[in-house]
């Protein structure tokens, strides 16, 4: 897979696993309940034996689930990873050789940096998504923030330090591609088979991942007439009247429609940390995209997307 391709799909998925496994004959049921759970991947570290095989089984029995090696601390390392089925190649700081080696075989290489020094090695090998590790450690949040002055073209994968309490401070940081961390497949879980508790501990961290929160709600009304006489009812409750275009806003909670527009019953508004990654993640749950509603930032990122599906007879879209 070309590394574009792979960063996308790290950048909707948004949560990487971070896998440490014993025995290899739990390969398949491991990477099973991290499926169930929303997370078709996972960084299967070199820090055990069955490293190998594990990746090798993951890789046999799901295919198209993104599978790669971790703690790859030299060339032949991440040769034998390759060998195995790895998609990717990840590591706790920058070995020069085993980043070379990865380039030269046209396999997607990920090292870990903590420091601008480091960042600027990466760069001076054309790397521009870089693991920040140890992230707490290293200033967490704060470190990115500061980094993302001098080096705005990188990307990090975060690992070190981060659980599901501090998971949002990381999704909403701008220059964080993926989060990887082991609190949803930690290895006693793994040693003690408790898959459905790994699947639903991925299923948490993919929720709290999205941020998702309602903003407001809409109010479909026929007429301007309409829609101003409504407004002057909500009006009388202490909310500020801002007229716009299409609608009249009641404060922020309240969209006063102008016209019968999307939704039976009106619309809601949800905000998320990155819409782009909340579609990938309603469109799993089986949400369509209605493609004449989306709307794009000077990136390229969606700020708006409405989805084809009512809930309860309320279209809803997503914001920023
Ligand atoms: C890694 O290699 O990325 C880390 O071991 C993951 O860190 P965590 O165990 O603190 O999640």
Known sequence: MKKEELFKKFHDIGLVPVVKIDDASKAERLAKAMIDGGLPCAEVTFRTEAAEEAIKRMTAAYP?????????????????????????????????????????????????????SEIEKGLSYGLNVLKFFPAEASGGVAMLKDLSGPFGQVKFMTTGGININNLPDYAKAQNVLAIGGSWMVKADLIANEQWDEITRLCQEAVIKLQGIQLVHVGINMPSEKDAFSVAEEFAKLGYETLPGNSSIFMGKDIEIMKTNYLGTKGHLAFKCYDVDRTVYFLKSKGFTVNESTVKYDAKGAMKVAYFNEEIGGFAFHLVK
Do not use: R
Not at 67 to 75: D, E, K, M
Not at 96 to 102: Q, R
Not at 108 to 113: A, E, N, R
């Open 64 to 116: 198209d689930m993104l599978i790669g090696a971790g703690t790859v601390i030299n060339p032949k390392l991440a040769e034998k990873a390759v060998n195995a089925g790895a998609k990717f190649i990840v590591s706790a700081g920058l070995n020069p050789e085993t980043v070379e080696w990865c380039i030269a075989h046209d396999v997607p290489v990920c090292p870990g940096v903590a420091t601008p």
